[in-house]
């Protein structure tokens, strides 16, 4: 098993920046990619972020440019450095890791979520 303990969330104001951890713990499986989600009540959970091992990144057009993602493989952390931070980008963030397991598969893991909420 492997837990995820997302922190960092907050009230920002439009224009501001946060910048979000995840920790990884548990099993010594390996983590082969990370990635940051949010939802808002009423809508479907959304990529915001993801990264591999290597270090690629992606990121949903609505971010680019804004929100970077990194990770720390050494410490097992991830983090969501997220500046210009609009009312939109008020909702839920939810860490992800995709872990492999004994039968060659990936399993997902969650966080329980940080809120962030950008309001004047």
């Known amino acids: 098993q492997v837990q995820l303990v997302e922190s960092g969330g907050g009230l920002v104001q439009p224009g501001g920046s946060l910048r979000l951890s995840c920790a990884a713990s548990g099993n010594s499986y390996r983590i082969y990619g990370m990635g940051w989600y949010r939802q808002v009540p009423g809508k479907e959970r959304e990529l915001v972020a993801d990264i591999t091992s290597g270090g690629d990144t992606n990121y949903a057009g609505s971010v680019k440019g804004r929100f970077t993602m990194s990770r720390d493989e050494m410490r097992n952390m991830a983090y969501l450095q997220m500046n210009s931070l609009k009312p939109e980008d008020t909702a839920v963030y939810y860490c992800?890791?995709?872990?492999?397991?004994?039968?060659?598969?990936?399993?997902?893991?969650w966080g329980q979520g940080t809120q962030v909420t950008v309001s004047s």
């Open positions: 992800n890791a995709d872990v492999g397991t004994s039968a060659g598969t990936l399993r997902g893991y």
